[in-house]
């Protein structure tokens, strides 16, 4: 492995760990709660540190939740597929619950989002995209 390489995995080491910080005093402390510096102590870096891997604790918030939308969307194919109505909201409800039990730092976080009006702003455009894409 070539320092490169080695710089890239370190990088992406840290805004991982950068990342799973910020979900966990999300969900504890609630968004509103949590600063860049709260979050750079979890990690044991300084906000300086944070925000050359993030511009903002909104960029943070909404990483998680694009993380969010893709672990929910892994789901998706069996819970649409030409089925009634009926059936696609069961699976649909079943789905939210497997995703509670699964992920259940990521399922605290959908509650979190009322907090941030600009998440609501980027799922929507998150899921134009992807019927864009499907099509």
Known sequence: MGIKERQERDRETVR???????????VHEGYQNV???KIA??????????YSYFPSKDDIF??????RFRLLETGDAT???????????RRSLWRLYEFSLEQPQYFAL???DRSV?????????FSFAREMKER
């Open 117 to 125: 009006p600009r998440i609501g702003r980027e799922y929507e455009r």
């Open 62 to 67: 909404f990483a998680l939740a694009e993380e």
């Open 110 to 112: 959908m509650f979190v």
């Open 35 to 37: 600063s860049i510096r």
């Open 16 to 26: 991982r760990a950068i990342l799973d910080a910020a979900r966990e005093l999300f």
């Open 79 to 89: 819970v649409l597929d030409g089925s009634s109505s009926l059936e696609q909201l």
């Open 41 to 50: 102590e979890r990690v044991e870096y300084s906000p300086a540190a944070i």
